[in-house]
């Protein structure tokens, strides 16, 4: 039991990370592994997700067919396209 305890004590500090972005970017639109990567790109506008290509979107990290038909129809409902490859 003992060993229990300490171990569950260990592990809160692994996965009691903050994962919460800086800023609300895509927050509600898509999964927060996509919006980690688009962070890690400094990509933190529809301004700056626009000088992209779809298929560079897709090379990052979380991105899929599904997150990327969530994030299409977010930009085109704002008037913002991704750049033709």
């Known amino acids: 039991m003992i060993n229990l305890v300490i171990m569950s004590k260990s592990l ?15 927050y509600g639109v898509i999964a927060l592994a996509a919006r980690r990567a688009l962070e890690k790109e400094k990509i933190d506008s529809l ?18 067919k599904n997150t990327m038909v969530k994030l299409k129809n977010y ?5 913002f396209f991704f750049k033709k490859s």
């Open 12 to 26: 809160n500090s692994i996965y009691a990370v903050n994962y919460d972005l800086q800023n609300g970017f895509l």
């Open 75 to 79: 930009m085109e409902e704002r008037q």
């Open 47 to 64: 301004d700056k997700l626009c000088d992209y290509s779809e298929k560079e979107i897709m090379q990052l990290h979380g991105f899929g």
